[in-house]
């Protein structure tokens, strides 16, 4: 090794940029320096010795250590800031500044040296030995290196009966989703679909304790998802009629409403709609406008649309077929309000004419969806009899006395909106189930589809470029974690649904909803590019997978409103821990603070970037946990702050907006990893590879997202973001010859997927 | 200030922790700073001087220096890794461990008092002087502080009496975007406007020289974006008949040919078509299959679909309106192959009826743009005379012999794309125009709707809750940034189009219709969710943008594809430098890179973060060069690797394509900073200042996108990645009271923007 001392000679400065760069960037590889160094050694005019540092310097086998390689640093970067502008100009102006620095008088000679550099590497061949086969074709023709059967049976659960159900009945081409049909035609058609599930017994499932000996949901909810395979009109209507115009009865309803409608709701004898959203009034439920008064004399309830904004709206089933619907409004008896109930106003009579004081209105053509007759609903003081306040929770008693065994008004206004939780556990599902079909469209495409390649061979399949694996396979890991995510919550929800408080099983809800509704359309949008024009073509599914799941994010709660509703509530179970053990939870929370930052910001802290740490689900959660705390104690602080200042809570909870939302896709991101890293644990061995796999690509995806968070909070190092970048597309690599096998794993009937692409020859020979 | 040798009292070391994170955590303010003094220092059993230690560490007026900190912060690390997990598992066992580790013997005194901190901080209020003000909802109905009409007449540039007549035509009510209609109908309804625009003389503007007399397509080119505010069937349309299938003759037709059709093309008495792309091969034009051979005995062209890959598809105005359509094929004359030409044939009769030998289909229906009648054409050994193939670049002569005046087959393969071009040009400008259409419906309901908010008082405006400026209003940077490299480039390309090699000029245009499609469609994604269910309904308008410019990521070059053209066209201008100037051009790159590498990785290289420097746009065009540079010199040298293998140059692309896609990003971010400034000082000083944050907005945005990347090359700092995130907001703050010109200055017919919702009452009052 050179001594560093050497860098002093006046000779040598003007190659020091070259020194530097030779060993500093990870560019010049082991050859190029070989070259490097027999090439400058080789020079006529320079001295021996300094030959020999050259070479030193340069020698493969030896590299420079790093004070030696810091103290070049140095050098460079004083010469840069004494010439500034003008040394970054070129080579000959910095090494000029270089022997400058050094007190050379005679420049000349090295720089001349320098330039006769000519034909620097500019002609070497074949030094280099990199992998030069390409990937073979048969990657995606072998079979898949774990039993499929076992990964489908891991997927679907404990009701995989009722699954094989709903896929029988998608399998049969009558029920093939439908495109392009004119609107009216399209909702009957749908409609048709709902008699014919009704008639096969799909409804009953919703109804546990009513119309099925089921313990429970689950069974709805698994047909449910089932069904999103197909088309997604159809599962949108029946969601309105068995989750939300039923759920609404079940839940809300007392024993006796129940027993009187649902029967007739599971059999579709009695269609109905779902009317809460308002025009005026979509997210902000607490405060609708739709107005009914309690009228002793009568014992009738008054319903009544006072403006236009209170106009009912967005109402499934509402345009055509519902004869009646469960309305939300706020409620006045004697005087008093007492916030927002349910009552079921009928709309229409029994063939199909709007009853007296009702208007109704279509919504009209929407993006997507259009089998589904959305309507605007006003009342003009419609009146029915008292009995039709869903009374669960609340009821007028024979006096005309509001009576409720929920006392305060905020909790009575959350066990309504109780309802909707269902609802946004299977839309989550259902948009989790379009994005395996717009994958596996678009997987499929990609592993026969070719384009571009090698003269004189094949052309390339599009699955063996890079960009087109980083198109498709985060959205395939996506997929599986809010899968897994779903199952485990669906288990959660249909064991507790309607036991007491489930706030904080409404917020996982929420945000899992959150989370699989983007993510599923995001994956959906992606298949679609990646399928090109044949994407665009609704004969292949695409389209409508894309224009029926965009409304997604924004029904049944819309994302940025859910967001901040989990960010809420898991600032309120931090703030409990406060109430509850008080000023040494604060403590406690500094504390761990204070051990976070000592653990990963100290020089001791180790960054391993190693593939088997990088890959496993222990670092990747550990990450996610700790972004999920980190973002939660600073959002606590913030929010305290304002408290404190006296800020109303509307404004402080905006001031943070941004924060907050951040704070509940860490939350979500953490669920969906969870869920996962369990499956793996549950998972035959094989399966648990080709998922272990699929699995890192989603954790280490979620950390290649916020990898400038994690670097800002010294959590993840420079070269760990730099491995992780790098991780990804070797898991890419690896998982090609599962990917056939990870999609065929969710056994979607042929009948809902593309439209065979008439390529008479796979290999499109060439002319 | 204490002496740090105080920090190893035995009685204080409980409290290290809570010291640490009072000065080392952003989260804890000056007041709260003050608090934790004087509760701490009040604690009984305190040793004075202790007391007195504690009180210097907290004093809100002498924070510690950083080498206290550095002290402070190696014996918590040291407790933590002595104790490993435990440490972390809350406040008593960490002060437990420091109080162990400085070999105290009676913790508990301490660790009591630590205890008895039970409501520290708990009930404070009002120490905190936050800004509590609400923003005023007169933001937006003030005035903007700019002139409108100036910015408007900065947007339309030179050839604004072309955008006024576009306008004009979109505000009849009868050229309103249809929606919901029948494909056939809507069809009709799209020829029938596309007729009109022919009688108004815009299909005139396509052919300089032969049909108007203006110089150079741009009033074409300005006519085309303008009317992308309307139907985009209508636009996608003019743009087959016009720049399709009239620019195939007017590119690649001798004189003859252009006088022979092109006045019928404008006047759309010849409807026609351009058919290139093959079912088998999209975006590998040179690899079609369609094969036309020279017959010399007849003088007959006979073009031929050999293989059912070989059909051609999508081509507009094929399924039902063309009459003819240039058909790009494999040309064979006597036995040899001349590589990729174009044939005009004959399709169909003056009545429509297809001709004999030509079968046509239709591609059905499509998820948007189904005013477009796209078809695929089947050629059965059709017989059309020589003096169909289009002769401007290659000939078959009388004694039936091929010839050229570009020898080169590979150059003249990309002369005929070269046709291609203008319409990437032209759809790039429609992504903006609907952009600028879907962001001005959204930010107009943004300012109008208004949902949630504090009790009592109107609920809050959209636009105020941060979460939504942050949804829309880097949207609208991002327009204006495509919108002015758009208007640059366009006038580059019209005074160049044609003119002998242009290979810079269409880099330069794939890097543009990449970043403005993407950008376009992302866009008006985040305009329908902006609107919620209104941005689901086809009467807003945004479901029918969303599907519409869907296509526009893949028609006219698919963005991955052109990604790479981009990507190569910049490593070839980078190797022709070595090839020009040898090996010193090596050596200067090499220079450069020590240059930067010494610039950014230094320790007295400054970051500077305060917001003059951030907001400038000279320090964002500074940062957008680094990246392209870097990736360019990378690329280069993983290329060149990989070359000096041996590796087939299709598998080097494939493996570094990651980087060239990164690369092309890189270079369009430029051009769009590049033309936004450039815009920034041709404005009116008023202008200017708004532009200007928008502006910053945009460079700013692409920094943070990429601010892990910055990171790693030691561009950016950590402090100055935190800055940026925080300065966005602040901008975006800044901008609301232009939000409204900021829109207005597009001047967008009414008729082209959403309907008005029914909303009776603005402020919504509530019950």
Known sequence: MTEPTVLQEPELRPFLPLLYVAWADGDLGHEERTILWERLAAQPGLKPRLREALGAWLDPANPPDAASLAELHGMLERAVLTLGAEAREGWLNLGGAMAKAGGATEPDGALRALQSLEDLLGQEREILSLRTECPADATFSRPPGFDVAALTALLDGEHADVRQKARAFLADPRHRAAYGMEKGAYREKVFGWLQELSDLGFGDLAFPGITTAAGDLSRFLVAFETLAYGDLSLTVKAGVQFGLWGGSIYFLGSDAQRKAWLPDVASLKAPGCFAMSEVGHGSNVADLQTLTRYEHATRELVVHTPTESARKDWAGNAALHARAGTVFTQLEVDGVRHGVHAVIVPLRDADGRTLPGIRIGDCGTKQGLNGVDNGRIWFEHVRVPVENLLSRHAQIDADGRYQSSIESPARRFFTMLGTLVGGRLSIAAAAVSAAKVGLTIALRYATLRRQFGPTSEPETLLLHYPTHQRRLLPHLAATYAAHFAIADLRADFAARVGDGDTRQLEA???AIKGAATRRGRDAVRAAREACGGQGYLCVNRLPDLLDDTEIFTTFEGDN?????????????????????????AWVRVLAQRAVDLAAVKGPFTTHPSDAATLRSPAFQLDALRFRERSLLQSAAARVQKRARADMPASQAANEVQEHLVALAEAHADLLLLESFAAALEAAPRDVAVALGRLCAVFGLGVLELHATWFLEEGYLSLVQTRAIRREIPRLFGELLPDVSGLI??????????????????????RW
């Open 560 to 584: 940025t409103v859910l967001a901040q509703l989990v960010a809420k509530s898991l600032l309120t179970n931090f703030r409990q821990q406060f109430e509850r053990k008080g000023a040494s």
């Open 744 to 765: 065929d794993a969710f056994d979607i009937p042929e009948t809902c997927l593309a439209a065979p692409i008439a390529f008479d020859d796979p290999a499109h020979p």
């Open 508 to 510: 996982r809800v929420a």
